[in-house]
């Protein structure tokens, strides 16, 4: 348990006046027999992705259409959006299929470019909410590593127009758009902060065969997320390779440094991808991991939703949450080949000294760390303290969870590295 004054998810939260005028226009709209819009149908989503773009038609094939079928079906069906919500979540698609088609253009153009080698990446894996975040955000500070930032993975198209995104008025008006969406959020950036220069996690790669549990995560989708566990992620590996790809071509030589907990339910597709990547696995104790991640899923939720089926989506969350970890410790356990290309990290021992940590990493994977890129690294941290942007708070009571439901769920983790945790 987080101490302090917790939130009461089952409780609607305040959010701006324009929000409820666009909300209640929707009501009404739907009252009266108008169809909603934007349309959630696979045609609009197309259509739209193109005119976005500029007119560019081709995808490089319809994988993705496997994933935005249930994800369309998610969001119209089991998500409750707010007509606000159906405006976020189709200007995601729409911008993601957009990128997609950025890329392949690009391609086209770059053959050579768009074949390069990605090299060894340095690969955060491991449950959320274990402190991968802020072990990311210090190895990307790191001049001699490259990481997706999250203004490039908004749309693809302006990474490579933008020479200096500080100053550009189109990151600009994004960085407000980002601050306008974390206040329909109330309490989301004090779990997870983003801005457009902070690094992006990997799902903004993968989303461009839109597989991101961004979306389940902002929006009640079984469906959605039931098709990510049993989908084979060889396609969403593929585009993620294209991304970075396209995103090197303007540093080429850099070290790449990715992150998402994602990853971890698809470890074997991941090396398949990537087999010289050497993977940072992290852990932390399950209670204390569902309890944050119950916590992030409500809050961003509620932005999008006034249906509060806490109780419900929480032990949905666990069921994902223990399947990921199950599967991670699977992989583990019968790939002991692999075990090389892994580093365990204990989220007590690197909060507690994250340097040592890194020290730690680095020469597992015999790399070299020079002083002046340590030093980087210390500095960012130095700057960016666990509470800058908030204290979180949660506790499994708030979503009517408890120890004893979790121990069973993760006993072959505890068994294999209950140490860690």
Known sequence: MSGGQLTDYHARPQRPPVAGLVN???????????????ALTVQAMERSATKKSGGLTDFGSDSYRSALEPLLYSLEHEAALSQLGRLVFSGMIVAALA?????????????????????????????????????????????????????????????HQITDAKEDP?????????????????GFSSIHYFDPFIPTECVGLTNLDLCSEQYPCLAWAPTYRKFLLNTDFNSAYNWHKRALRYLQAATPGAQWVLKTPMHSAYLGALLDAYPDACLVHTHRDPAKVIASVCSLCATGRRGWSDQ??????AVGDLDYIAEVCRRATDFRNRHPEHESRFHDVA????????????????????????????AA?????????????????????????????????????????????
């Open 24 to 38: 209640s226009a929707g009501k009404i709209a739907s009252s009266i027999g108008l169809p909603r819009r934007p």
């Open 99 to 159: 990128s997609r088609l950025a890329v392949v253009a690009w391609e086209k153009e770059n053959p050579e470019k768009a074949n390069a080698s990605i090299i060894a990446p340095l690969i955060i894996v491991g449950m959320p909410r274990t402190g991968t975040t802020i072990l990311y955000e210090m190895l990307a500070a790191a001049p001699m590593h490259r990481a997706p930032l999250t203004w490039e993975c908004r749309d693809y198209a302006l990474a």
């Open 170 to 186: 189109r990151i600009t008006k994004l960085g407000k758009n980002m601050a306008r969406m974390d206040r329909l959020m109330p």
């Open 308 to 313: 509060l089926d806490i109780d419900e989506r």
């Open 347 to 374: 989220f007590k021992s690197f909060m507690s000294d994250p340097m040592a940590e890194i020290d730690r990493i680095f020469a597992h994977f015999d790399r070299p760390l020079p002083a002046d890129q340590r």
């Open 377 to 421: 690294m210390q500095e960012y941290l130095k700057n960016r303290p666990r509470t800058k942007y908030g204290k979180h708070r949660y506790a499994l009571e708030q979503f009517n969870l408890t120890e004893t439901d979790l121990r069973p769920l993760f006993s072959d983790y505890l068994e294999r590295f209950g140490e860690l945790t």
